[in-house]
C-alpha cells in the first residue's frame, strides 16, 4: 500500500512573530517569563503563541538551564532544519511516482498489442472521463496515416468542448502537426477562422503553414473528429450537462458520417489565417460570405456573433466592412446586393 504519510504543515510567520524576533535580535535575548515588559503593545495570548511559533520554526531556542530565556537563531540555518523533512517528503513521491510510472510502463506493450487488432474493440464506446478520452485520442491519432478531419464549431479546438482533436493534447498543436509530418492529410470545418491576432490563430496558422486545410459554414454540427476514416471521436452531453465522448468504430457508421462531412466540406468557403493588404476583409471572403448569407437570413447580430464564435464587437466590425466593401447604406441594401452579385449563394466565391 502505498505511503500517505506527510509531514507536518509549517507555519507562516505572522507580524506578532516577525516583532518578537526583532526584539530578541536587538537585545541578544527574550524573556518568555517577563511579555509586558519584552513587548508591551501585545498582549500575553499573542505574545504566547508568537513564541511558540518562533521556537517551532527555529527561529528562537531556549538557553540551556534557563528555558524562559529564549536566543534568536540564524534563519538560514532555521530553514534548513525546517525544510528537511520536507524535502525528503517530495524525495519520497517522487521515487513512487517513478515506481507507479515503471510499473504502468510495463503494461504498455500488452495495450498495444490489445488495440493493434489482438483483441475485439467494441463499435461503440462512450467515454465519460475527460482524462481517458484524451489518452484514447492520443492513441489512435498516433498511428494516423491517411486523414485528420475535424469539425470544430465556433473555432476552438474541439478538446475545449470535450471531444478530443488536432490542437489537444500533447501540445497547443498536438497531433495535428505529428499526422501532417506523417503525410497524412488535416482538414477542419470551422466557422470561421479568428482574424484577430491571438493564440489560436496562431495555431491556425502553424498547421496551415504545415499543409492543414481550413473551410468555414455558418452552420455546423457537434464538434467531431475522424481518424483515417476508421474512428469517429464525437461530442456528446450526459444528462447532467457534463461532457463526454462517443467513439464509434463501426464501419458503416463511419463511412456514413465521412460521407455527411464530405458533402459539407464541398459547399464550405476555403479560408486562410492571413488578412488581405489594408487590414480589411472582402465580402466574397469566408467569414464575409457567412455573414451576408445571414443578415439574408434576418439575423440579428448577437445570433450572428454567436454561430461565428466571435465577441458582438468582432461581429459588428465584419458587418461594418461588408456595408462599406458593398457601398450599402443599409443592412437590407447590402442584401438587396450580396444577393444579387452571388455571395449569399452557397459554395465557392464568385
Same mark, same amino acid.
Given at each position: 500500500?502505498?505511503?500517505?504519510?506527510?509531514?507536518?504543515?509549517?507555519?507562516?510567520?505572522?507580524?506578532?512573530?516577525?516583532?518578537?524576533?526583532?526584539?530578541?535580535?536587538?537585545?541578544?535575548?527574550?524573556?518568555?517569563?517577563?511579555?509586558?515588559?519584552?513587548?508591551?503593545?501585545?498582549?500575553? =495570548?499573542?505574545?504566547?503563541?508568537?513564541?511558540?511559533?518562533?521556537?517551532?520554526?527555529?527561529?528562537?531556542?531556549?538557553?540551556?538551564?534557563?528555558?524562559?530565556?529564549?536566543?534568536?537563531?540564524?534563519?538560514?540555518?532555521?530553514?534548513?532544519?525546517?525544510?528537511?523533512?520536507? =524535502?525528503?517528503?517530495?524525495?519520497?513521491?517522487?521515487?513512487?511516482?517513478?515506481?507507479?510510472?515503471? =510499473?504502468?510502463?510495463?503494461?504498455?506493450?500488452?495495450?498495444?498489442?490489445?488495440?493493434?487488432?489482438?483483441?475485439?474493440?467494441?463499435?461503440?464506446?462512450?467515454?465519460?472521463?475527460?482524462?481517458?478520452?484524451?489518452?484514447?485520442?492520443?492513441?489512435?491519432?498516433?498511428?494516423?496515416?491517411?486523414?485528420?478531419?475535424?469539425?470544430?464549431?465556433?473555432?476552438?479546438?474541439?478538446?475545449?468542448?470535450?471531444?478530443?482533436?488536432?490542437?489537444?493534447?500533447?501540445?497547443?498543436?498536438?497531433?495535428?502537426?505529428?499526422?501532417?509530418?506523417?503525410?497524412?492529410?488535416?482538414?477542419?470545418?470551422?466557422?470561421?477562422?479568428?482574424?484577430?491576432?491571438?493564440?489560436?490563430?496562431?495555431?491556425?496558422?502553424?498547421?496551415?503553414?504545415?499543409?492543414?486545410?481550413?473551410?468555414?459554414?455558418?452552420?455546423?454540427? =457537434?464538434?467531431?473528429?475522424?481518424?483515417?476514416?476508421?474512428?469517429?471521436?464525437?461530442?456528446?452531453?450526459?444528462?447532467?450537462?457534463?461532457?463526454?465522448?462517443?467513439?464509434?468504430?463501426?464501419?458503416?457508421?463511419?463511412?456514413?458520417?465521412?460521407?455527411?462531412?464530405?458533402?459539407?466540406?464541398?459547399?464550405?468557403?476555403?479560408?486562410?489565417?492571413?488578412?488581405?493588404?489594408?487590414?480589411?476583409?472582402?465580402?466574397?471572403?469566408?467569414?464575409?460570405?457567412?455573414?451576408?448569407?445571414?443578415?439574408?437570413?434576418?439575423?440579428?447580430?448577437?445570433?450572428?456573433?454567436?454561430?461565428?464564435?466571435?465577441?458582438?464587437?468582432?461581429?459588428?466590425?465584419?458587418?461594418?466592412?461588408?456595408?462599406?466593401?458593398?457601398?450599402?447604406?443599409?443592412?437590407?441594401?447590402?442584401?438587396?446586393?450580396?444577393?444579387?452579385?452571388?455571395?449569399?449563394?452557397?459554395?465557392?466565391?464568385?
Amino acid at each position: 500500500m502505498p505511503d500517505t504519510t506527510a509531514p507536518d504543515p509549517v507555519p507562516r510567520l505572522d507580524p506578532a512573530a516577525v516583532r518578537l524576533f526583532d526584539l530578541a535580535l536587538a537585545h541578544g535575548r527574550l524573556d518568555r517569563s517577563r511579555p509586558d515588559r519584552e513587548a508591551p503593545d501585545l498582549d500575553r =495570548e499573542q505574545f504566547d503563541r508568537a513564541c511558540e511559533l518562533l521556537l517551532r520554526l527555529r527561529l528562537l531556542r531556549p538557553v540551556p538551564q534557563l528555558p524562559e530565556q529564549l536566543v534568536p537563531m540564524s534563519p538560514e540555518l532555521a530553514a534548513a532544519g525546517v525544510t528537511a523533512p520536507l =524535502e525528503e517528503g517530495i524525495a519520497r513521491a517522487a521515487e513512487q511516482v517513478r515506481a507507479i510510472r515503471e =510499473e504502468f510502463g510495463a503494461l504498455m506493450p500488452r495495450y498495444r498489442s490489445a488495440r493493434q487488432g489482438g483483441t475485439r474493440r467494441d463499435p461503440v464506446e462512450l467515454l465519460t472521463d475527460p482524462v481517458i478520452a484524451a489518452a484514447v485520442f492520443a492513441e489512435e491519432a498516433a498511428h494516423c496515416r491517411e486523414e485528420l478531419f475535424t469539425v470544430s464549431p465556433g473555432g476552438l479546438p474541439p478538446t475545449a468542448r470535450g471531444v478530443p482533436g488536432p490542437d489537444g493534447p500533447d501540445g497547443p498543436d498536438g497531433p495535428g502537426l505529428a499526422a501532417l509530418a506523417r503525410g497524412a492529410r488535416l482538414r477542419t470545418l470551422c466557422r470561421a477562422v479568428p482574424a484577430a491576432p491571438g493564440p489560436q490563430r496562431a495555431r491556425i496558422s502553424r498547421l496551415i503553414a504545415a499543409g492543414a486545410d481550413y473551410r468555414a459554414l455558418p452552420e455546423l454540427p =457537434e464538434p467531431a473528429t475522424v481518424i483515417d476514416r476508421s474512428a469517429a471521436f464525437l461530442a456528446r452531453r450526459e444528462p447532467d450537462g457534463s461532457p463526454s465522448t462517443v467513439l464509434l468504430r463501426d464501419p458503416g457508421a463511419v463511412a456514413h458520417l465521412c460521407q455527411a462531412l464530405d458533402l459539407l466540406w464541398a459547399i464550405a468557403t476555403p479560408c486562410h489565417t492571413r488578412r488581405p493588404a489594408g487590414g480589411r476583409g472582402q465580402p466574397g471572403s469566408g467569414v464575409h460570405r457567412a455573414v451576408v448569407r445571414m443578415l439574408a437570413e434576418g439575423a440579428k447580430d448577437e445570433v450572428i456573433a454567436r454561430r461565428l464564435g466571435v465577441s458582438l464587437r468582432t461581429c459588428r466590425r465584419h458587418i461594418a466592412e461588408i456595408l462599406e466593401s458593398l457601398q450599402a447604406d443599409s443592412r437590407f441594401q447590402a442584401g438587396v446586393l450580396a444577393e444579387r452579385t452571388g455571395l449569399t449563394a452557397t459554395g465557392p466565391p464568385p
